[in-house]
């Protein structure tokens, strides 16, 4: 190749995007990091609305038979450089979708990561949102873009054209002149993969920006075998959403990466160990103690905490290891670090000592810091 | 979101400092507590059903 040649092609390939940092706002979308768990059961319980792989969110609404599973999978499309994808299973199917009946894959992007998209300005820029999908099920599948500080929303259709076979899809959006983005620390663009959706939020056409209402979740969705056959699977990696007109080269990046963007809206710990340690700190009085711990990253807001719920899972450590009765609970959190409080009944701490929250001869014991959108 | 069992939890060394500095829940299953911040989106959701008065949060010991 001549130095001529050479440089086209480098310039040809920075156009297209491939050298650019951080061009991606989806955190996750090679469904890599898994800090809830790997496998996630739904009851037929009507309505769930949960995170699953980091950063993605399943909901389902009002249903009545349907149940399943979502996994982190290893089938992914060849070749592409992804070794994870997240994977739909429909258990017992449900026997026809009502009109008020939904199922969809949400992911929330933080505003100010998408503020200099400029909304509402005569200069907002388009985004396209690619993706790789996979479903035992052909059809016509509805996908969008919500957006909550305007309550606006675009959607579009796409076709899945083989059955079990990986495609490659990609949806760009128009910049939205009418729209709203904070410069703010909320939710900002929430891209969805509608998988099944009732008729209720069909009937108003959302293919261009406009506002908000639930009949136009869904516009032009036109297969909902997903919910009524068991066995059909669902699958999506390799999402991106970035500024133009145009699908670029999905950006992969480090493992720890990714993990250190998802840690911005949910940190777990779980115990390595039974007696796993997990912060230190001092008895206040012979029925409190606090521990400090400091967060990888400024959370994106001051998290909940969650726990086993077992205070037996969780012990003081103070010379003796002295259960808790009851869970520990956050104290003087910020979003960077916080107190978590421990408590005896009893009076079994030492005033005064340093102490360890550990676990108590357990696996299940588990802190959770979730600031998510 | 679906709350049981909510109660506010003091400040366990100090019942006049920072009172009701959490309230513990089992949220959808999941067993959290939760600052007593506006803007949580917990704390915030418990608040609103608090004022529909379709939830109701035990006092602190």
Known sequence: ????????????????????????????????????????????????????????????????????????????????????????????????????????????????????????????KPVTLSFWVKSSITGTFNSGIYQSDGSRIMTKTYTISSANTWEYKTLTFAGDTGGTINDDNGEGLRPIWNIFVGSDYTSSDSTSWGSYSSATWGYG?????????????????????????KATEFEHEPFETTLRKCQRYYIRRNAAGVYHYFGSGHVEAVNAGRIYTSFPVEMNHIPVLETSG????????????DACTSVPNLTNASTFETGIQLANSSNAFTAGRGCNLLANNTTDAFLAFESEL | MEFKNAKYINDCTDSTKDPYITIYAVVDGRHLSIPCVVGNRYYDQAMKQVKEGTLTIEDAD
């Open chain 1, 310 to 321: 077992t205070a037996s899972d969780y012990a003081c450590y103070n010379s003796d290891v």
């Open chain 1, 1 to 124: 190749m001549s130095k001529a040649a050479e440089l086209a092609a480098l310039i040809a390939n920075v156009n297209k995007g491939s050298s650019l940092a951080n061009k991606n706002f989806i955190i996750n979308g090679a469904m890599n990091v898994a800090q809830r768990g790997t496998s996630f059961s739904y009851a037929h319980d009507g309505t769930t609305s949960a995170f699953t792989l980091d950063r993605f969110k399943f909901i389902v609404s009002n249903t009545d038979e349907f149940d399943g599973t979502l996994t982190q999978a290893t089938d992914v499309p060849s070749g592409e450089g992804f070794v994870n994808s997240l994977k739909w299973t429909t258990g017992t199917a449900e026997s026809a979708v009502a009109s008020n009946e939904v199922m969809y894959i949400e992911h929330m992007v933080e505003a100010q990561n998408v503020a200099g998209l400029r909304y509402g300005t005569a200069d907002a």
């Open chain 1, 221 to 245: 969705h036109a297969q909902n075998a997903h919910a009524t056959t068991a066995g059909a699977t669902f699958l999506l990696t390799g999402v991106q959403l970035e500024v133009g007109e």
